[in-house]
């Protein structure tokens, strides 16, 4: 090991573990969630968050299937088709009646409604989640057979205190599991895919250093990082050292097989010219 490297680790080690502390969701956290698709019978269909990996993947109820909730509704209280922009949010304290709603289904709402009147969605189970995470994901129940349906979209936007993210469902057109009433069988769709995030905290370098990662070969390169070597430092979010390696401009660099949230630092003598963030569900 180097005299240079050493010191890296031995500063590194000295370094507050708050430093790789990121955002968690609390009831200051606004979420928004909506759905895009195509589907006959829209009572056939129950909505439900999960959250990230990292928490214990906590699920979140924020549209059952109507008969679910309430017996009385029956198997098929609304044969109306489709859903647009449907969307659940911390902000509203609307409740959805789907049995009722014309279609396509479409409207911002905090709640539904059940055999006990209005329920408001409980997102107490999403605290202490981050709110960066590559493994937020939804399910939609089918809980009917023969009408069958596809997600054509939808979005997933968190604004907290600090930081605010948009994710897109990654796969679109995905067909909704027909006759599918479990968590075991139903549908799971994925919001964001792999992403690195980019935090500029290069005050020690007049380059404007760049990381770009490719999840197709799961390798980081990097650009204007002042000529000769670099060392390129992956972490946990507790601060332990995953990965390490020398680096050279432009060169791919493969990573180790990780989900969850990673810190990327890559330094030239003690100092870090950058940060980034990579998310892999």
């Known amino acids: 090991m180097s005299l240079n490297h050493f010191a890296i680790v031995l500063i590194l080690s000295f370094l507050p573990k708050c430093i790789f ?13 909506c759905f895009e698709a195509q589907h006959t019978y829209v009572s056939d269909l129950g909505f439900y968050l999960i959250g990230p990996q990292e928490c214990g993947s906590p699920i979140i109820p924020i549209s059952p ?47 539904y409604d059940s055999v006990s009147g209005s329920t408001l969605i409980d997102w107490t189970p999403l605290y202490g989640c981050p709110i960066q995470s590559g493994s937020w994901r939804a399910q939609i129940f089918d809980c009917i057979g ?20 948009l994710y897109h469902i990654s796969d679109e057109n995905s067909s909704i599991n027909d006759n599918s009433c479990t968590h075991q069988t139903a549908s799971i ?14 005050e020690f370098s007049s380059n404007d250093v760049a990381l770009h990662y490719s999840s197709i070969d799961n390798a980081i390169s990097c650009q204007n990082i002042g000529g000769g070597n670099a060392i390129l430092i992956l972490y946990d979010l507790n601060g332990s050292i995953l990965f390490e390696a020398t680096v050279h ?5 493969q990573l180790p097989a990780f989900r969850g949230i990673g810190i990327v630092k890559l330094f030239k003598g003690v100092e870090p010219i950058a940060t980034s963030k990579l998310v892999r569900p």
Do not use: A, W
């Not at 502390?21 to 969630?33: A, D, M, P, R, Y």
């Not at 023969?146 to 993210?165: K, M, P, R, Y």
């Open 249 to 253: 401009e432009n060169q791919l660099t």
């Open 65 to 111: 299937q109507p008969q679910s909730t309430s017996p009385t509704n029956g198997c098929c209280c609304n044969s109306g088709n489709n859903i647009d922009s449907l969307c659940f949010s911390t902000e509203s304290n609307l409740c959805i009646d789907v049995c009722n709603s014309p279609v396509p289904l479409s409207g911002t709402y905090g709640g």
């Open 146 to 165: 023969s009408d069958v349906g596809t997600f054509t979209g939808g979005t997933l936007v968190i604004n907290g205190l600090n930081d605010s993210f």
């Open 21 to 33: 502390s990121q955002e968690v969701f609390s009831s200051e956290t606004e979420l928004t969630i």
């Open 189 to 202: 769709i994925q919001f964001g895919t792999d992403q690195i995030v980019v935090t500029d905290i290069s």
